[in-house]
């Protein structure tokens, strides 16, 4: 009997090492997935093929592409992060990425309405699990009700965001200073880990990037059958990185009294750009090399998504297997704990396990048996929702860019003025619970109640509203026409 239970010991700490060691494997290929996908887009957005990713063109898109992207990948924490990669590899801007990063945090509560469709077998039961399931949706419906107008209507009369986007940038200001638009000025240590491996696929030319992301010169007329190009000394100085022989035998300086009031004018710079920087590759080692910049930006992108999206299930598997079961002893003492520390119950959860969907999956059947009680369901569902934004922070770090970081502030920034508007004042925080608790009751007498629900919430509803705004941005008037119907 000793024997084998110092067998099963020695089995035991091994599943626990080997699981340890596949979460540290699936980490670093989560670095490495980030890492391809910033190289991926930044070929593909600087020979103008990014605009191929983005629907987001307007807030109300970004929510519902937002919303979309979650459902399809059953993580908030991967759509977020691959929209901090986006931020960084500058094909979407701060402003464009907040409404996706809203319908994210949407999004990712369509799984716990999932779970609790398992009760339908119990009235009771089911009532309690789909009233629990859906306070994550009501606070982040509600959140995003009250939040994104208020940042679409500021971003109108300020001409640059709202108040999420000015909050995050003083922050991401404090901590990196001014600027604004540089890079951080230290680097990135998991960036420097994982980059050896992503060279091995994709190496960009981040000179040919910089002198692209400059445009084609203006071309500006100084009289009869003369033309003249003004080239500032940045642009100059990209030129001379990507094409040094080129810029010094190619380049024609103005003469006479043809001049410019800044920069340095230039004759031919326009077919200068055209045959040395417009030509220029930015994927210049790895085996995508050959592919060419569309196509192997193209392959890149579509392998780090399945990296990513594969690295992060696996990851969040071996956390929930290694760490839930001592997190359910947590959460059946939160019940009676004060309401804020049962929010750093769900922070602290979901820090570990690197998934809300995977905390608030695992707090719906407590709730349908009767253990949770709804209005203690709450307070650990924010702290979850705070607990995720660590992972966009994560990604943040990774990237290492000032949009990146500015963008992971947004939603950290998105679950705190939530739970400052709906948690702490009990008639407001009554609203969410109603709200729940409404949907729990009709569940019990309708048992399609949740199917209908998630169906036309998280799919239909979206999927219209996004076809109806891409519609407006082709033709107001069909918009209108479509939107009447």
């Known amino acids: 009997m000793?024997?084998?239970?110092?067998?099963?010991?020695?089995?035991?700490?091994?599943?626990?090492?080997?699981?340890?060691?596949?979460?540290?494997?699936?980490?670093?290929?989560?670095?490495?997935?980030?890492?391809?996908?910033?190289?991926?887009?930044?070929?593909?957005?600087?020979?103008?093929?990014?605009?191929?990713?983005?629907?987001?063109?307007?807030?109300?898109?970004?929510?519902?592409?937002?919303?979309?992207?979650t459902v399809l990948v059953q993580s908030s924490s991967t759509s977020t992060s691959i929209v901090v990669g986006l931020v960084g590899a500058d094909v979407l801007s701060v402003t464009q990425a907040i409404p996706i990063i809203m319908g994210a945090n949407i999004g990712t509560s369509v799984t716990n309405?999932?779970?609790?469709?398992?009760?339908?077998?119990?009235?009771?039961?089911?009532?309690?699990?789909?009233?629990?399931?859906?306070?994550?949706?009501?606070?982040?419906?509600?959140?995003?009700?009250?939040?994104?107008?208020?940042?679409?209507?500021?971003?109108?009369?300020?001409?640059?965001?709202?108040?999420?986007?000015?909050?995050?940038?003083?922050?991401?200001?404090?901590?990196?200073?001014?600027?604004?638009?540089?890079?951080?000025?230290?680097?990135?240590?998991?960036?420097?880990?994982?980059?050896?491996?992503?060279?091995?696929?994709?190496?960009?030319?981040?000179?040919?990037?910089?002198?692209?992301?400059?445009?084609?010169?203006?071309?500006?007329?100084?009289?009869?059958?003369?033309?003249?190009?003004?080239?500032?000394?940045?642009?100059?100085?990209?030129?001379?990185?990507?094409?040094?022989?080129?810029?010094?035998?190619?380049?024609?300086a103005c003469s006479g009294t043809t001049t410019c009031d800044s920069g340095t004018c230039y004759t031919n710079a326009g077919e200068f750009f055209d045959e040395n920087i417009k030509t220029g590759r930015t994927i210049k080692g790895g085996f995508l090399k050959d592919a060419g910049d569309v196509a192997g930006g193209i392959i890149g992108l579509i392998l780090s998504l399945l990296v990513l999206c594969g690295a992060l299930i696996v990851m969040v598997k071996l956390l929930h297997s290694l760490v839930m079961g001592q997190a359910k002893k947590v959460i059946m003492k939160g019940t009676q704990m004060n309401d804020y520390l049962a929010i750093l119950v769900g922070l602290g959860i979901t820090i570990i396990v690197q998934s809300s969907s995977v905390t608030t999956s695992a707090l719906t059947p407590l709730v349908g048996i009767g253990v949770l009680p709804v209005h203690k369901m709450l307070p650990m569902t924010l702290g979850a929702n705070i607990g995720t934004t660590f992972t966009s922070m994560f990604a943040a770090l990774a990237v290492m860019k000032y949009g990146s970081l500015q963008i992971a502030f947004c939603h950290l920034l998105f679950n705190l003025t939530g739970i400052l508007i709906w948690f702490p004042v009990p008639v407001m925080r009554r609203v969410v619970l109603r709200a729940a608790c409404t949907l729990g009751f009709y569940a019990s007498y309708w048992r399609l109640v949740p199917l209908i629900y998630i169906l036309v919430m998280f799919v239909a509803v979206p999927g219209i509203c996004l076809l109806i705004s891409l519609l407006y941005s082709a033709s107001v008037a069909g918009g209108v026409v479509v939107t009447l119907l």
């Open 113 to 252: 309405s999932i779970v609790s469709m398992a009760h339908a077998g119990d009235r009771l039961e089911l009532e309690r699990a789909f009233s629990g399931a859906t306070v994550h949706d009501m606070f982040n419906m509600l959140s995003v009700l009250t939040l994104l107008p208020l940042e679409i209507i500021i971003s109108a009369i300020t001409g640059e965001g709202g108040l999420l986007y000015f909050i995050s940038k003083g922050l991401t200001d404090a901590i990196i200073g001014g600027g604004g638009e540089s890079d951080l000025r230290f680097p990135s240590p998991t960036k420097e880990i994982v980059s050896p491996f992503t060279k091995l696929f994709l190496s960009k030319d981040k000179n040919t990037i910089k002198a692209l992301s400059f445009g084609a010169p203006e071309a500006l007329s100084c009289g009869s059958d003369c033309t003249k190009y003004c080239v500032s000394s940045d642009m100059s100085k990209a030129w001379k990185k990507v094409a040094k022989e080129a810029y010094a035998s190619f380049l024609v």
């Open 2 to 69: 000793a024997e084998e239970k110092e067998q099963s010991a020695g089995v035991f700490a091994l599943l626990v090492t080997l699981k340890i060691l596949g979460v540290l494997l699936s980490l670093y290929l989560f670095l490495f997935g980030l890492d391809l996908m910033g190289g991926s887009f930044s070929a593909l957005g600087s020979k103008g093929a990014g605009n191929l990713f983005t629907f987001s063109d307007n807030p109300i898109a970004g929510l519902m592409v937002g919303i979309l992207a």
